[in-house]
Structures are given as C-alpha cells and as structure tokens.
C-alpha cells in the first residue's frame, strides 16, 4: 500500500516537473520569438535573391547584358579622316588629317602646302593653301566651316604676317562662328611654315 502511495506521489512530481519544464519564462519566448523572426527573415531574403536571379536570367535572355553607364562613349564609332589628296601624310608623317568620334570631328594642325607636301613660299598663297587643305579634310568628315565650334592657329612672325593671314582669313572663312585662339611661336614642324591651325567640329 504505502509502495503504491509512493510510487504515484513519484509519478506525480514527475508530471509538475514536466509541466515547469514545459512552461517557458517570459525571456525564454521573447528569445525563441526573436529566433522564429530571424529565421523568417532569411528565408524572405533568400527567395528573393532567388526570384530576382530569375528575373535577371529572362531579362538577359531577352534584351541582353547590361550595358555600363558610359557605354555610349565606350562603343561610339571611331573614324579616321583621311582625304584622297591626303594619303602621302599617312605613309610620310604617320598621322591621320582627322578622327571623327560620334558626331565630334578632331582636325589636326594644317599648314599651306600642296598635296606632295611641299611648303608654299608667298605668305598670302601659303595662308590660302591652309584654310583650303582645312575645307578638304572637313569636307572628308562630311562637315563645313560653319561645323567648327574651336580653332586655334599657331604663328611664326605673327606680328609681321597677321594682316596677310587675316585677311585672307576673312575672304574665307566666316567671320563670328566659332571660339578661335591665335598662338604665336618661334617655329613650326618645318622651316618655311608661316601658321598652322587645327580645330574641332561638330556634324550638325
């Protein structure tokens, strides 16, 4: 009897300690609540980075790769200028007379000479033969004088040529179109040279 007694007042302790067991303390829930929102946060986080590399699979599979934020610049066509009449300064001198970029045209320095590279003498003439070897190049770029936005020319003597070169300057090219700076020096690429100017245009 009293084996019984006992063996059911066990059984019985055992099942409050199982119940205390059971019975969770306020930090012990606010713990296991945190765990549960933690683990539900990753979980959101991972189907998103798995819905969005799906989206970003089908977008590519449709349009293509991304293209950087200055592609434009990276893949804008690159054209070398250089008129028929022209040729003799690649194989001699080894530049081109222009490079086109996008819509921009950069002309290198041009000076008075004839299409075999022989320097003009009479200044005025000389003068002539540069605005002229200018046209041809622009012309080349499929541009005009009116297309020059900055020109800058280089002198030799400046103070002694500068009537004969503007006015010949103003017979042809036109007056108040574009940003124009005049640099004097002692010399130029050959002997006999009295300017060279070289400018940017932009195709309209």
């Known amino acids: 009897m009293k084996s019984g007694m006992l063996s059911g007042r066990a059984g019985a302790e055992t099942s409050r300690?199982?119940?205390?067991?059971?019975?969770?303390?306020?930090?012990?829930?606010?713990?296991?609540?945190?765990?549960?929102?933690?683990?539900?946060?990753?979980?959101?986080?991972?189907?998103?980075?798995?819905?969005?590399?799906?989206?970003?699979?089908?977008?590519?599979?449709?349009?293509?790769?991304?293209?950087?934020?200055?592609?434009?610049?990276?893949?804008?066509?690159?054209?070398?200028?250089?008129?028929?009449?022209?040729?003799?300064?690649?194989?001699?001198?080894?530049?081109?007379?222009?490079?086109?970029?996008?819509?921009?045209?950069?002309?290198?320095?041009?000076?008075?000479r004839t299409k075999e590279l022989t320097i003009i003498d009479d200044p005025s003439e000389q003068f002539r033969a540069m605005w002229e070897n200018l046209r041809i190049v622009l012309e080349a770029a499929h541009c005009t004088f009116d297309d020059i936005v900055e020109m800058t020319s280089y002198h030799v003597e400046m103070s002694k040529h500068m009537d004969v070169f503007r006015t010949v300057k103003n017979e042809l090219f036109p007056r108040g179109t574009c940003a124009w700076t005049c640099i004097g020096v002692s010399e130029l690429a050959h002997q006999g040279l009295l300017a060279e100017v070289k400018c940017i245009a932009v195709k309209r």
């Open 17 to 112: 300690l199982q119940l205390r067991t059971r019975r969770k303390t306020p930090c012990q829930e606010q713990k296991d609540a945190l765990a549960g929102e933690v683990v539900e946060h990753r979980r959101l986080r991972l189907l998103i980075l798995f819905w969005s590399s799906v989206v970003e699979t089908e977008r590519c599979l449709l349009q293509g790769p991304l293209q950087p934020a200055n592609s434009a610049r990276i893949h804008m066509d690159r054209e070398i200028i250089i008129p028929d009449d022209m040729q003799e300064i690649v194989s001699r001198a080894g530049y081109a007379p222009a490079v086109r970029v996008g819509d921009t045209v950069y002309v290198v320095g041009q000076v008075g």
